[in-house]
């Protein structure tokens, strides 16, 4: 007998694959707020 796919690893690793991305976005998105208003004060 096969042995049946854990779909909840699966999901698991899904919902952390875009959490890390969402992370990631996140960050990028206040470093370049960080740049743009130390521009603004020069």
Not at 7 to 26: S, T, V
Request: glycine content about 0%; hydrophobic content about 20%; proline content about 2%.
């Amino acid at each position: 007998m096969a042995r049946k796919p854990n779909y909840n690893y699966e999901k698991r690793q899904k919902e952390l694959a875009k959490k890390a991305k969402k992370e990631e976005k996140l960050k990028r998105r206040q470093e370049q707020k960080v740049e743009s208003a130390s521009d603004d004060a020069e």
